[in-house]
């Protein structure tokens, strides 16, 4: 069982989410919170898998809260609900350890299967979200500094099994899936993620995910 705590100030989306995730048994709503500081009273008394957590809310934004609830619960996943107008938190909120990203109009199918990538230690961004992400880097001119000093090929940085970890982890799959695809044992894919992050000076999966897609 995942348990679900939403996070958003309009009342109409919260009672959306719990109707849409009412339909999967795996899922059981444990709360909801109107804002960054509601929720931090309700982590005191109730901890849950996943918080599905809106950016724009009073009070206490969500940019702010996932920064909070990653220092003080860091095993709690959130995936920050957003919208097409709202390009401009979606660095920050990776910066605060987001561990996902949905659309708020996204289907059911979409949200289950960024809960599930969450509560599994993936990080799963919406496709129109990731296209947004990369556009966005590409629209960053690079400073002197980074132009004289291009990063070297991750080809000749990563072998080629680890090449092969990490486009799996491209693919938004967790560490059981790719163990199965590439005939590893989970440990086997968990050591390989850690050795590849090591390599590239990178902290976590979104790191690296934003990574390879500047590449």
Request: glycine content about 6%; charged content about 25%.
């Amino acid at each position: 069982m995942i348990e679900i705590l939403i996070v958003d100030d309009q009342g109409i989306v919260r009672d959306g989410l719990k109707m849409i995730l009412s339909l999967y048994e795996e899922i059981a709503i444990v709360g909801e919170a109107a804002n960054g500081e509601e929720l931090l009273t309700l982590l005191q008394s109730k901890v849950p898998d996943v918080i599905l957590m809106d950016i724009r809310m009073p009070v206490m934004n969500g940019i702010e809260a996932t920064a909070i609830v990653k220092q003080l619960y860091p095993g709690v996943k959130v995936i920050i609900l957003t919208t097409f107008d709202e390009d401009e938190y979606i660095f920050d909120g990776l910066r605060s350890g987001a561990d996902g990203y949905i659309l708020k109009d996204s289907d059911s199918k979409e949200i289950i299967k960024c809960i599930r990538a969450a509560n599994e230690g993936n990080l799963l961004l919406h496709p129109q979200v990731t296209t947004r992400i990369v556009n966005a880097l590409h629209a960053i001119p690079p400073k002197p500094a980074e132009q004289a000093a291009a990063k070297p090929d991750i080809r000749q940085l990563l072998t080629p099994r680890e090449m092969d970890v990490a486009e799996q982890v491209m693919q938004g799959k967790s560490n059981k899936a790719i163990g199965q695809a590439l005939f590893v044992t989970e440990g086997t894919v968990k050591n390989y993620v850690s050795h590849i992050l090591d390599k590239l000076q990178l902290s976590s999966r979104s790191e690296l995910i934003l990574y390879l897609q500047g590449k």
